[in-house]
């Protein structure tokens, strides 16, 4: 500060014929001291009090540059505030500090905690630490600093597993119970928002037995100390610091001293007293050699002669700087190119005041302003403690956070850093291991947010990002892969041609037509032989083309469904069977009105002759072809996609449309199936030779069996089975037919020739 006055009153430029003065209190970092101090400030040097409206007029102080203590400059700024005397702190940084309604007149040349918070929360951020210990000192700077850093931490989503408070002269027990603390934590890394002389304290304790292996991240109070890099466990420590500065002319300044300039202060006696171990008083300290001069300061290396290095003291430099820039702006202007300077202008706090808050100035490359809360640009150097090859810690600048750039420019890392124990690893602190797709965060009971456990997705569901609080489900068409990372288009399926099932209906299907064609050639060819003549030959034919198309029909139900298939497969079926069901009913009524004829006076053969029975045919399946166009026009089947079935799969299949036009078409069948079955059994005892009615029981029994188990097993199968189980039901009902009614005659035409006569037909057992 000195210093910087000098410089000043030698200045041309600034407050030129103008001389600054001052003085130098000792706050000693305490509130009663520093509140002494401000109250002698404010009163002035006048001996007597005025009755006036001022307390005094003479020798009050315009600016004051201090405190070095958030807590002391709180004091000193409540009672500057009522006399508006402008207080240029260079190293309080509590960020209530900030707060014009309380510190009106308070000024900073250092940061605002309240940037260095949120650049440690970004610090530990980008790191990916999220489950951390805090410790912060019981003050001011400590409580404030804490309170704006776990704010930003909990926007950045990081944990804190303890935050702890002490003071340097806090008992040794507490000091302990926080070392323990530390050392029975499971976060690695430790935040420290704490004065030097407090962390001293913390550290000793914790090197007392086997330090644990924490990975510090350190605040500006603390972290550049050079006192406190003798901790090698503390190695790889990481934090923010105050810019780094040059202030040219200051070595040269300090390294000229005299034997007279350190006698006359005592805080330089102190000081040259311990740099050379000798004595300078009267009353010399026996332990130590008095003072000869030969003393040779420009030889002595310690942090006072260590200007490389300046942090704290260039904030000193500026704030000095700043005052004497206000008061220039308040006493100087420039008339003719050169500024004159008004040496007798009553000058009030009030006017520095309000000329502090304008200033804009840059010294040495650096810029000064304040802006509307009396901070300046937030700039902070990221500093890292690094292990030389001697085993030496020191300081290495390897990165910065600026306040003043875009959100995402702010912080930057261009320097190589080194960890805990001098690893080169980033060192992993979590409370829980992220969660990896395919698994969502369930929060564990009791524990913060950032303590949770990985659930894997339920069915269905997936989550393709780390840490994925929640799971969602695939699209309707979509499920997920095996690791319920993706979601994947279904597999369709649908009976087709290719797969075994399919093959083997197609196989059915086409031996069941080949016998129809067969029998019906074989009927043809040997149509004129009693056996086929004997129940209307051209019901036979149609029956037999009726069951072809019957096992045709069925290779409707394979392959991808489409709208006309889907309405040709069940009207198809429908008109078809009703065919075969209407001949079979015929040749029944034809057996039984052949026998009722066969009675004295009865010719009702008349009324049911070839004609008769074409028409029954033909009315019968009318019936049905009505039935199925009414389906078709007011509600027909239709291609859908089940997607309920199976919910890993997609089932491509036919929707009725309407299910009373289904369920009217199987009723139709089922109803001549069953009127044809009670004819037929009627007219079981008729003579065996002639009886084709047991053969037409018989078979209607088997088709009646099948249509039955067929209802339980369509509704009960899934997906693509309840088309194989349809498909079935019209074979085994087909082959029934075929087998039973056509099978015997055939085997006799071909193989028992001497049965087909028509004596042998004729004979009545």
């Known amino acids: 500060m000195i210093f910087a006055i000098e410089e000043i009153n030698n200045s041309s430029q600034l407050l030129p014929g103008v001389k600054l003065g001052y003085q ?20 002035g040097q006048d001996p007597v009090f005025y009755e ?46 900030s707060d014009k309604q309380q510190h009106p007149t308070f000024f900073r040349t250092i940061p605002s905690d309240q940037f260095q ?4 929360a970004k610090l530990v951020k980008h790191f990916g630490w999220t489950w951390i210990g805090a410790v912060r000192s019981d003050s001011d700077y400590g409580n404030y600093g804490m309170a704006s850093f776990l704010d930003a931490a909990l926007r950045e989503g990081i944990c804190v597993e303890y935050s702890e408070a002490f003071y340097r002269t806090d008992p040794p027990s507490k000091i302990k ?15 420290a928002f704490a004065a030097s002389g407090d962390m001293k304290v913390l550290l000793e304790e914790l090197a007392r037995d086997l330090p644990p292996p924490r990975q510090w991240i350190g605040s500006e109070g603390w972290v550049t100390d050079p006192h406190l890099m003798s901790f090698s466990f503390c190695a790889g420590a990481i934090g923010v610091a105050i810019q780094r500065s040059v202030i040219p002319g ?74 004497a820039h206000a008061i220039h702006n308040a006493v100087c202007e420039e008339r003719n190119s050169t500024v004159q300077c008004d040496k007798h202008i009553s000058l009030e706090p009030k006017q520095v005041f309000t000329k502090l808050k304008k200033v804009n100035f840059s010294r040495n490359g650096y810029h000064v302003s304040f802006d509307a809360e009396g901070d300046p640009v ?113 597999p369709v399926e649908f009976l087709s041609f290719d797969e075994v099932l399919g093959i083997i209906l197609v196989v059915f299907s086409v031996i069941g037509a080949c016998l129809s064609v067969t029998a019906a050639a074989i009927f043809f060819h040997h149509r004129t032989t009693p056996i086929v003549r004997a129940n209307n030959s051209e019901l036979s034919f149609l029956l037999l083309f009726s069951l072809a198309l019957c096992f045709m029909c069925s290779l409707t139900f394979i392959g991808a469904p489409s709208e006309w298939s889907c309405m040709l497969r069940h009207t198809a079926f429908g008109i078809t069977f009703v065919l075969c069901i209407s001949c079979v009913l015929g040749k029944t009524l034809v057996v039984l009105m052949a026998f009722k004829a066969t009675l004295p006076g009865n010719n009702v053969m008349k009324w049911f002759g070839p004609l008769q ?7 019968l399946a009318l019936i049905q072809v009505i039935i199925c166009t009414l389906w078709l026009v007011l509600s027909p089947p239709f291609p859908v996609k089940n997607l309920t079935t199976y919910k890993e799969k997609i ?79 019209i074979l085994a009902s087909s082959f029934g037919l075929i087998m039973c009614i056509f099978a015997p005659k055939c085997f006799i035409i071909l193989f028992q020739p001497e049965k087909n006569t028509k004596k042998y037909l004729m004979n009545k057992s």
């Open 250 to 323: 200051l070595r040269d300044f300090l390294l000229d001293l005299s034997s007279s300039e350190v006698a006359a202060s005592s805080v330089l006696t102190e000081f040259w007293e311990d740099a050379f171990n000798c004595s300078l008083r009267e009353h010399a300290d026996l332990n130590k050699r008095v003072c000869d001069g030969t003393e040779d300061i420009k030889r002595l290396e310690n942090p006072y002669t260590e200007t490389s290095q300046l942090r704290a003291t260039n904030m000193v430099y500026k704030a000095v700087y700043a005052i």
């Open 52 to 97: 006036g409206s001022n307390c005094s007029q003479s020798g009050v102080v315009m600016a004051a540059v201090g405190d070095s203590g958030s807590t002391p400059s709180i004091s000193i700024s409540r009672i500057f505030r009522s006399f508006s005397i402008p207080l240029v702190s260079p190293f309080a940084t509590c960020a209530c500090l």
């Open 613 to 619: 029975q074409r028409m029954t045919v033909v009315c």
């Open 177 to 191: 119970r926080i070392a323990d603390v530390i050392r029975r934590s499971t976060a690695i890394v430790v935040v």
């Open 651 to 729: 089932i491509l299949e036919c929707a009725l449309g309407s299910a009373v036009g289904f369920w009217a078409v199987l009723g139709y069948i089922g109803l001549l199936a069953v009127f044809c079955f009670v004819l037929a059994f009627l007219a079981r005892k008729l003579p065996d030779n002639f009886n084709e009615a047991k053969l037409i029981t018989f078979s209607m029994l088997i088709f009646c069996a099948v249509w039955i188990t067929f209802i339980p097993a369509y509704v009960s199968s899934p997906g693509k089975f309840t088309v194989a189980v349809e498909i079935f039901a």
């Open 24 to 43: 130098i209190y000792d706050s000693c970092i305490a509130v009663p001291v520093a509140a002494h101090v401000a109250f002698q400030l404010s009163n």
């Open 117 to 120: 918070a949120d650049g440690l």
């Open 378 to 490: 937030a700039f902070y150097e990221l500093v890292n403690w690094q292990k030389t090859e001697s085993g030496v810690i020191e300081l290495v600048t390897v990165g910065y956070y600026d306040a003043s750039l875009p959100k995402g420019e702010q912080f930057r890392i261009n320097g190589n850093l080194t960890w805990l124990d001098g690893g080169t690893q980033v060192p992993v602190s979590v409370c829980s291991q992220s969660c990896p797709p395919g698994t969502r965060k369930v929060l564990k009971k009791g524990k913060p947010i950032c303590c949770y456990d990985c659930i894997p997705c339920p069915e269905g569901e997936i989550s393709n990002i780390i840490d994925s609080p929640d799971c969602f489900l695939c699209h309707d068409e979509f499920w997920p892969n095996p690791m319920k990372d993706a979601c994947f288009p279904k």
